[in-house]
């Protein structure tokens, strides 16, 4: 049975849509567009949203990342592994599950404050920088966030690999396998300094990483946008 589409709607070769549907639908794009303004703008939620977020992302993320990346940094100082499945095998059978996550709960808490200085420097980034400024207010969010997240994340980055590659490096039981003790070897021996071995190296890689990553991915929120905002209408 077909209706009158003057009174229930417009009509799209076989599928009728209601006017209310259409009216909602353009409402609903509309708020989004403003919501996405606002938030662009500087207003929206409070940072400390985002600083819980990149807490949480961080524990979640280390709990899948750190046994392969324990594995890749044994393989890269040592020889007595064939491949990633045999380092894998034999460091489970030696040292157990255990072995894979060396000094695990230590790590969350600096890698989780690290984390959250990413987000948190995201954020401001995107509140702090002129919108007018286009994709260069992405690349600049990039290095805001990079910047504020680079001088947390070195310390942590050189006590976690020196304490993956404790038993390796030095052989059997160490004590360097233990975070507390690794930073307060490093400390004692090199000061500030070691904590910071290849700084600029490590933002050699991961500012250009940023810089496309965080430029793509707010890209791809405007694109998703534009699209949706352009399919209710």
Sequence with gaps: RKHNSKKYG????????????????MSSARDESAESDALSAGGGPPLVHSLVAG???????????LPPDTIKARQQVS??????ADAFVKIVRHEGVRGLYPGFLPLLLTVVPANMCYFGGYELGKRITPHHWGPGRDMATAVIAQSLAGVAYCPIDIVKQTVQTATVVQGGESKMANPWHAARTIWNAQGVKGFYRGFVAMNCLWMPWNLIYLSLYEAGKRTASEYRQHDGS
């Design 10 to 25: 417009a009509r799209d070769e076989d599928i009728w849509i209601p006017r209310s549907v259409q009216h909602e639908s």
């Design 55 to 65: 807490g949480c992302a961080a524990v979640a993320s280390r709990v899948f990342t």
């Design 79 to 84: 020889s007595i592994y064939k491949g990633t």
